[in-house]
């Protein structure tokens, strides 16, 4: 199986911050990885598919960016709605994995 | 629009079967398919298995002998059962659209499975 990891495990920025997750895939999974993004309490909502396309409904300060093993979520000018865990999973190969995930808070 | 919502027993002792039920809307289950993800407490997503729109299955290895996933098309309901369970299957456990390109689109608010004595 492809193993995900995710770095930092937790983040604390400060409104209006730019922010970036890492995720780095154990082979080359040629941009086959989402975001997926899990509010406190709520089940996960996919943020970004193929790397870098945005899932209708999300604004515009997401963004995805990577190549062969390395990915990176950035968030331009967070926002207090932005207060979740950050998850990258593969699709590349079966089975689809995940990372660890990502909790950002803020400052 | 595409709704999806797990139901199912919150608690289990050691050894006894899992079965959870999925209820979809907005959706066919001929369409597309639905996946089980598993999130232990505080932890990371795990995919268990999927049903797919012609009605095969395919099941993550780690536990693969011990899952099946079925449906029932005209009740828009998919099926996870699990047997010989046991404290690590602790977590909450989500449906979801299981669409090409193996992403999931649309989650379950998900069902909390304790497995204790």
């Known amino acids: 199986d492809i193993q995900m990891t995710q770095s930092p495990a937790s983040l604390s920025a400060s409104l209006g911050e730019t922010v970036t997750i890492e995720c780095l895939a154990s082979e080359d999974i040629y941009s086959n990885l989402a975001w997926y993004q899990q509010k406190p309490g709520k089940s996960p909502q996919l943020l970004i598919y193929y ?5 209708d ?21 967070l926002q207090s709605e932005d207060v979740s865990i950050y998850f990258c999973q593969q699709n590349y190969d079966s089975p689809p994995t995940f990372g660890g995930g990502t909790k950002l808070e803020l400052k | ?28 289950l001929t ?13 990371g997503l795990v995919w268990m298995g999927t049903i797919w729109a012609g009605g095969s299955t ?13 449906r029932d098309t005209s009740k828009s309901q998919v099926f996870l059962k699990m047997n010989s369970l046991q404290p690590e299957d602790t977590g909450t ?10 992403l999931f689109d649309y989650w379950g608010q998900g069902v909390m499975v304790t497995v204790s004595s």
């Open chain 1, 51 to 55: 790397a870098n396309s945005l899932n």
């Open chain 2, 58 to 70: 395919n099941y993550n290895s780690a536990v693969q002998s011990r899952l099946s996933i079925s």
């Open chain 1, 57 to 77: 409904g999300v604004p515009s300060r997401f963004s995805g960016s990577g190549s062969g093993t390395q990915y990176s979520l950035k968030i331009n000018s």
């Open chain 2, 31 to 43: 369409s597309n398919g639905v996946g089980w993800v598993r999130q232990p407490l505080g932890k």
């Open chain 2, 1 to 28: 629009q595409v709704q999806l919502k797990e139901s199912g027993p919150g608690l289990m002792q050691p050894s006894e079967t899992l079965s959870l039920t999925c209820t979809v809307s907005g959706f066919s």
């Open chain 2, 93 to 102: 456990y989500y449906c979801a659209r299981h669409i090409s390109g193996d």
